[in-house]
Structure formats: structure tokens, C-alpha cells
């Protein structure tokens, strides 16, 4: 066993009074308020007015929800059902994050965008919901609602989701950018 690091000194380290050595009287304070917070709310409870702040989610949503909050993504679609993503990597270069992996296929058949995303994944526990993505896709193909069903989660390992995902989960086919259908324009 490694002996014990010697204590810092702080030049702002706060000396306790008599009051705060006993530590009894503190514990007792601290009780007091959890008591008075608990028989206020259990009285609302019980005259049928909401006490805490607990919201029941996912049927009830705080109307403080985060009011800048962006949401989960969803990957858009072309109207023959295809991701709208060209696999072009903007959107997983500019996350601050790096929680954006792209595995790019090519489609030789398709002569417009010949590129598409054979693979394509968030990793939510380390996305920070900036937004950047979004305002980089070049397609329109990645877009935040303000919803997030699901999204909280135990385990990081599924909080990895997939290109099926996004595009199931909350399906928009309305593209700024239309693409023409597979083999390019028809004359």
C-alpha cells in the first residue's frame, strides 16, 4: 500500500466554528428541511394539487424542458425510402463531439449520388445535442425533434444507434432537396 499524499494547504480553506464541529446540529437542520419539504408536497398530494416537481415522463413533460432543447435526430429519407445522406462526412467532421460514424457505400447505378451511407451512427452518450450536424449537412438529410423518446438510457452500449433507427424512429421524407429518382434524370 502506497503511503497517503500529504494534505493541501488552501489559502481559502474554510475553519469551522464550534456550531459546525458538532456536526449535530447541522444533521439536524438538514432533517428539518427534508421534513418540511416532504409533509408540504404529501399535503398538496393528498388535497389533489401536485407537490414535487417529479414530471411523469413520457406523459408529461416539464413545460421548462429544456427550452433550447434540440431533440434526438432522424435521418430523412428519399421518396423511394433510401437515406437522404450522400455520406459526405460534414456532419461527423464538424461534431464537437466525435460521436458520428459513417461508413460509406457506392452505388454505381445511382449517377446522381453514386454515395451513400452503408453504415450510419450516434452515439448519444457522448453527444452534446450542439446542433452542429445539422446546420452542416449539405442535403438536408439529418434533422433534430424536439422529442426524445427513449433517449435516456443504463447502458452506453445501447445508446448507439443505427442508421435503421434514425430513419424509422420519426420518418420525414420532405427534403429540401429533392433528389431525382435512382439512374438519374429522366428525358
Known amino acids: ?44 398530494w393528498m388535497t389533489g394539487r401536485k407537490g414535487a416537481v417529479t414530471s411523469y415522463y413520457p406523459e408529461e413533460r416539464r413545460p421548462d424542458y429544456a427550452r433550447g432543447n434540440r431533440g434526438k435526430h432522424v435521418l430523412t429519407q428519399r421518396p423511394d425510402g433510401r437515406p437522404q445522406c450522400i455520406a459526405c462526412n460534414m456532419c461527423a467532421t464538424v461534431c464537437p463531439a466525435h460521436c458520428i460514424e459513417i461508413e460509406a457505400g457506392f452505388d454505381i447505378e ?7 451511407p452503408e453504415a450510419f451512427a450516434i452515439d ?7 446542433g452542429f450536424c445539422v446546420e452542416a449537412c449539405p442535403e438536408d438529410a439529418i434533422r433534430m425533434v424536439p422529442d426524445v423518446p427513449n433517449l435516456p438510457g443504463s447502458d452506453r452500449h445501447n445508446m448507439w444507434l443505427d442508421k435503421e433507427h434514425l430513419m424509422t424512429w420519426n420518418p420525414q ?14 428525358k
Open 110 to 116: 445511382d449517377t446522381t449520388h453514386p454515395k451513400y
Open 1 to 44: 500500500m502506497s503511503p497517503r499524499p500529504p494534505r493541501r494547504d488552501y489559502w481559502n480553506e474554510p475553519t469551522l466554528g464550534w456550531w459546525e464541529r458538532a456536526y449535530i446540529f447541522e444533521i439536524i437542520r438538514g432533517l428539518l428541511t427534508t421534513n418540511r419539504v416532504f409533509w408540504r408536497n404529501m399535503g398538496r
Open 173 to 186: 421524407q420532405d427534403v429540401a432537396k429533392p433528389y431525382p429518382p435512382k439512374g438519374g434524370l429522366q
Open 124 to 130: 448519444y452518450a457522448r453527444c452534446i445535442f450542439c
